[in-house]
């Protein structure tokens, strides 16, 4: 086989070749390493391990291919051998910065942070030009972020912008620590110092957006998205921003016209289509609304928000039937997803579809939805179907989660007098009444045969003549 050697996979070529004919064929060490890489990088790990084997057959003294091997022995968690050789080839090139590195990442995957952090220092001590130590100073960041320790990831941070003030990924990582420990003034300081050394930066006025967004200074955050969009205006991020912060000002029209851009910058995605459909639903114009949000689900039909905002739609409108069309249809794709289900239930309530509601609202708790009203709503709809064993099980439940709760209380005292078990009845009753004496009208409302009880009766007079 004629081989052509201006092919920029020659080596990669010529090495599979070797392997399919196991013919053994020399590589300098350099083609060794960018056979591997290439590998690694595509995920062929085997045979990464076996260009690994045949070049540290040819060249047993390479640090790099050694290198490589320690990377491999760490992806398959073989800390110790990995550990062995790295001191090995520490005594050979005490001075080598990769060395370091690679031992940092065997501490840091057994997660020994700390070690890892004093090991990358010793190799940022080793060169002591700072902006050689981008690279090192992003590592040190992260092993701080793995120990939640915000603070000392920020200063690392910051060196790495130091070194390069194009290094967004560090400035990102900055804000991302500012945010999570509620430092917003902060951020924007800092953001606002960077902008001063970087006034066309697109990234540092749309973070600068987003942190006055946090603090509801919607003002400035819409004149940071716009310097941001004057930097580069074809970000679409900056547009999204924007018109999330004129939906705050109330400024509908010009929010739509936002998310319209990023529509003709970039294949549309469903997050704009979905605020179109809210803002033009807020502006009146329900017809646009109604074909947004259908856009919106036909973009992705997995954005539960789509679903949910088109439902919401034909509720808000009194058109349940579209509305259980809407949400039958989202649950076909996600049977799992615990807001279809409660929505579910309510329009089939309001539809008097009992039994489709208490089935709904039964698979809401079972995928964890434990708000109050779930269990009142369910065990109503059960005491409505006549089933009060089950209604009084699912009020039972429920005081697992609210164990001193009035409307269960009520509600259990009823079914309990209902059942003609007055020992039980008198009990709950009483406990809904030195709960709170006002809900006393849902013994009425729900059951009031039992509300023309004597004894019923009898003890909520009892109950006013003591409280006064």
Known sequence: MQYSHNDENFSLTRFESMLKTNDILFFDSNEFENIIHHYLENGKIALAKRAIKLGLEQHPSSINLRLFQVEILVIENKFKEADDILEMLHELEPNNEEIYIQKANVLSKQDKHLEAIRTLISAIDLSGIPEDNADLFALIGME???????????????????????????????????????????????????????????????????????????????????????????????????????????????????????????????????????????????????????????????????????????????????????????????????????????????????????????????????????????????????????????????????????EIEYRLAGLYFSELDESKGRFHLKNALKLNEEFSFIISELFPKVDNMPLVKAIIFENKKTSN
């Open 144 to 406: 701080y972020l793995f120990l939640d320790d915000f603070q000392n990831a920020i200063i690392y941070f910051k060196k790495c912008l130091e070194a390069d003030m194009t290094d967004y990924g560090a400035l990102h990582n900055i804000i991302y620590c500012y945010d999570f420990l509620n430092k917003n003034e902060e951020a924007i300081e800092y953001l606002n110092w960077f902008i001063d050394l970087n006034p066309y930066c697109e990234v540092a006025w749309h973070q600068l957006g987003r942190q006055y967004f946090a603090i509801k200074d919607y003002p400035r955050a819409n004149t940071a998205f716009d310097f941001a969009i004057i930097s580069d205006d074809t970000f679409v991020g900056a547009y999204i921003e924007k018109g999330k912060v004129l939906e705050k000002l109330k400024l509908y029209k010009e929010a739509i016209e936002n998310y319209k851009i990023t529509l003709a910058i970039d294949e549309p995605t469903s997050f704009a289509l979905l605020r179109i459909g809210h803002c033009y639903e807020k502006l009146g114009q329900d017809n646009l609304a109604v074909q947004f949000f259908q856009k919106t689900i036909d973009d992705d039909a997995l954005l539960d928000k789509g679903w949910i905002a088109i439902t919401k739609f034909y509720m808000k409108r009194l058109d349940y039937q579209k509305a259980l069309y809407y949400i039958k249809s989202a649950v076909n794709i996600d049977s799992e997803n615990v807001l279809y289900w409660k929505l579910y239930a309510t329009i089939n309530k309001r539809l008097n579809f009992l039994e489709e509601a208490e089935y709904g609202y039964k698979r809401s708790l079972e995928l964890g939805n434990y708000e109050l009203d779930t269990w009142l709503d369910r065990a109503d709809i059960l005491t409505s179907l006549g089933e009060r064993e089950a209604a009084i099980t699912t009020l039972k439940d429920a005081q697992a989660f609210y164990p001193e709760n009035a």
